[in-house]
């Protein structure tokens, strides 16, 4: 069975600092790996797509990486802002054979707070 | 296209009446997927359509829940003899099958309460 862990459940840092989130899954057979953002209330906007081919993936501030084999992601921001402040969501779609299983497994979410 | 829209935004109910929450995908998304989010916790898949076909349920989706899809646009879940435990935020997403990797778009979900 899939699990996916995110540690720190929380996580505060200044203005301009840059900071690392994990995220961590149980089995490799992964389609692919996505990190979405989560404002309070709202739905999910996905920041980043990992194919499971890939090692990673830029998007302006943000990067993602991906290590199947040991089960881990990383998704690294630059100079945070207090804008970044959010929860950030890591989930795995699961591959069988050459297709994917439609679902994606989440984990918890890591509550970025930063600090003006 | 406007993206994923849900309907309502919140929903206060008390227990024991049942709910209905409506979906609208992103038009020409052929699968839809039903999520639940509790406080503090990631999305837990409950179930998913291709089409008009519901292909998987999660264990999670008690004989209470029922969901549809009836014509593969728009979708329904229903929450029958609403419980306490029922509150959370459900969450709908779609997708289309054949791009790469096939990202789900989410939409703002409903917020349920039931005393």
């Known amino acids: 069975k899939q699990e996916v862990t995110q540690i720190p459940a929380a996580l505060s840092v200044p203005e301009g600092e840059n900071l690392v989130l994990n995220c961590s899954f149980t089995?490799?057979?992964?389609?692919?790996l996505q990190w979405f953002r989560q404002d309070p209330g709202k739905g999910l906007t996905s920041l980043l797509l990992?194919?499971?081919?890939?090692r990673e993936q830029t998007s302006g501030r943000l990067n993602a990486s991906l290590d199947k084999s040991s089960g881990r992601s990383t998704l690294y921001i630059a100079a945070s802002q207090p804008g970044d402040s959010a929860t950030y969501l890591c989930?795995?779609?699961?591959?069988?054979?050459?297709?994917?299983?439609?679902?994606?497994?989440f984990g918890q979410g890591t509550t970025l707070q930063v600090k003006p | 296209d406007t993206g994923v829209s849900q309907d309502p935004r919140h929903k206060i109910t008390k227990r024991g009446q049942n709910v209905t929450f409506r979906c609208d995908p992103i038009?020409?998304?052929?699968?839809l997927y039903w999520y639940r989010q509790t406080l503090g916790q990631g999305p837990e898949f409950l179930t998913y359509?291709?089409?008009?076909?519901?292909?998987?349920k999660s264990r999670l989706l008690s004989d209470r829940f029922s969901a549809e899809r009836p014509k593969g646009s728009f979708s329904t879940l229903e929450i029958q003899r609403t419980e306490q435990g029922d509150s959370a935020m459900y969450l709908c997403?779609?997708?289309?099958?054949?791009?790469?990797?096939?990202?789900?778009?989410f939409g703002p979900g409903t917020r349920l309460l039931v005393l």
């Open positions: 997403a779609s997708s289309l099958t054949g791009t790469a990797q096939e990202t789900q778009y």
């Open positions: 089995d490799s057979a992964i389609y692919n």
């Open positions: 990992i194919q499971s081919s890939q």
């Open positions: 989930a795995v779609k699961r591959k069988i054979g050459s297709s994917n299983t439609g679902k994606l497994i």
């Open positions: 038009s020409e998304h052929n699968r």
């Open positions: 359509f291709q089409n008009e076909a519901q292909l998987e």
